[in-house]
């Protein structure tokens, strides 16, 4: 998928590299008590050392800990038994603290992987460099009253993981897709909820162009990207734009940008001139951080079935197409929903089920999975009615219907409507005599040579009966007496 951009000069090869700031699912901030709940009013969850009071300590929470090499064990990376915490210098407003505490020489987790799915099917690994943990800064506000900024400081202090990739990947549609799976990853694991729109998950674009396999250029980092499709347009413009530059006889600057949805353009924040003069040094105020390896063996048995296995054992184990297993490992919900119903079930048609019936209502009713009036065990007993030949499959689809709209269960729908289907071979027999009297033409032809016609005598059937039929039971009836 590595798509070229054609310049005017020649060809140019996109380079990409992703560091996402994943906010780690833990009650507590990283380093005090205070809460972590979406949505409190500003300031409300301020403890102390979040407010940068001087000689407040940090204390390190254990579960952000925890979540970080769980979460670099799913990304098969190095776990670091040893790791530091390191102050970070700069200046923000809403960083009271005057630097981060981060990690830098020796991150917590070191070098990994990801695949990732590409549109044609096709995977491609790309590799991770680190991932480390940090605190996230407060939040400056500039529209709440003209001429005044606010500071909340509600954000400042929680626990984040920076997960930074390699430059491994060659166009927006492989960055998008890297931030797909690895925000699955985080949500299987349970260390992120993955909520972009929230700011749970942000990302940083590092991109540059090259000549095809060419030495790398010079990058621009475009700064918290909180939505895939905006990420894809500011990567294609930035890469657009470096291309023009260059071939004007221009040299890219490296430097941080900021991406405006408004008008689809990337433009100058910072030069990276002395980006790297933070000053890092080991928080003198922390501890290095050990961990055992037992904890970490611990923690490796207790990870959940991850998507790309659980993928591979769809299409392995259960027979199903590439693409459905892709459909349903994409979210940890729909894969638990579907595996609830292929219980003891025919595993290709309940994945049909899910992905195209009852997907398809929920997206037409604009409703997410896990509010799905049709619950799991609901659309099984569905399932159940037409394996023994209670309803047919059509018959089944307007029970789905009625089962989202009433939220009732299939057999008291197919009871109280009389929907139960037709088996009894009188009745059928009766129905296909009938049919043949009425249309001596279409039997003949059919006699005649012209077999497909049995498809339209099923139609007539099927129609009279009201598609309560046993559509099975018809066929062989009519062959059978079709046949003379
Ligand atoms: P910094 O601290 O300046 O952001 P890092 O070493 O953390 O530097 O790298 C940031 C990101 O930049 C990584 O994701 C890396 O893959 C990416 N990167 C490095 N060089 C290039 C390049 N030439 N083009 C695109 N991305 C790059
Ligand atoms: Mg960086």
Not at 22 to 30: D, W
Request: glycine content about 8%.
């Amino acid at each position: 998928m590595a798509e070229l951009l054609t310049g005017r000069t020649g060809e140019w090869e996109i380079v990409i590299g992703l560091e996402v700031h994943a906010q780690i699912v833990a009650k507590a901030k990283l380093f005090s008590g205070a809460s972590t709940a979406f949505g409190a009013a500003p300031n409300e969850q301020v403890s102390l050392v979040d407010a940068g009071m001087p000689g407040m300590l940090p204390v390190l929470n254990a579960e952000a800990v925890r979540q970080a090499v769980r979460t670099g064990l799913a990304l098969n990376a190095r776990i670091n038994l040893h790791s530091i915490f390191a102050r970070k210098n700069f200046f923000y407003p809403d960083m009271p603290q005057g630097y981060q505490i981060s990690q830098y020489e020796l991150p917590i987790v070191g070098e990994g992987e990801i695949e990732i799915d590409l549109p044609d099917g096709e995977t491609k690994t790309v590799g991770v460099e680190r991932l480390h943990i940090e605190q996230d800064a407060g939040k400056s506000m500039h529209d709440q009253r003209p001429g005044k900024s606010h500071i909340d400081l509600n954000r400042s202090g929680v626990a984040l993981m920076e997960i930074v990739s390699k430059p491994d990947m060659r166009s927006a549609e492989e960055a998008a897709a890297y931030v797909n799976k690895l925000r699955a990853i985080l949500r299987y694991v349970g260390s992120c909820d993955g909520n972009m729109q929230e700011g749970s998950l942000r990302c940083d674009a590092n991109v540059s162009v090259r000549r095809p396999g060419g030495e790398l250029g010079t990058r621009c980092e475009i700064k918290n990207l909180n939505s895939i499709r905006f990420m894809r347009q500011a990567i294609d413009f930035e890469a657009a734009r470096q291309v023009e530059l260059i071939e004007d006889g221009g040299k890219v600057d490296q430097e941080t940008r900021l991406y405006d949805a408004d008008t689809g353009e990337t433009r100058s924040m910072r030069s990276k001139e002395d980006a790297h003069d933070y000053r890092y040094f080991p928080d003198p105020d922390l501890l290095p951080l050990d961990v055992e390896q037992a904890y970490v063996d611990a923690l490796k048995a207790g990870l959940p079935e991850l998507p790309d296995a659980k993928k591979r054992r769809f299409i392995e184990e259960l027979g199903l197409s590439p693409y459905d297993a892709g459909v349903l490992v994409a979210e940890r919900e729909t894969a638990a929903y579907f595996e609830t119903v292929a219980e003891g079930r025919d595993a290709k048609q309940a994945a049909n089920w899910v992905t195209s019936e009852l997907m398809g209502q929920l997206n037409r009713a604009g409703i997410a999975l896990a509010d799905s009036p049709v619950r799991a065990e609901a659309l099984g007993g569905l399932l159940d009615l037409i394996a023994d030949r209670t309803i047919s499959n059509n018959i089944a689809k307007d029970v789905l219907n009625d089962m989202f709209a009433s939220g009732k269960d299939a057999a008291a729908i197919v009871e109280e409507k009389g929907l139960k289907q037709v088996s009894d071979t009188g009745a059928l027999e009766a129905a296909v005599d009938k049919v043949m009297a009425e249309n001596p033409d279409s039997v003949a032809e059919y006699r005649g040579g012209n077999q497909k016609l049995i498809g339209w005598f099923m139609g007539q059937i099927m129609k009279a009966s009201g598609g309560k039929a046993n559509p099975q039971m018809v066929n062989e009836l009519l062959r059978k007496k079709l046949a003379g």
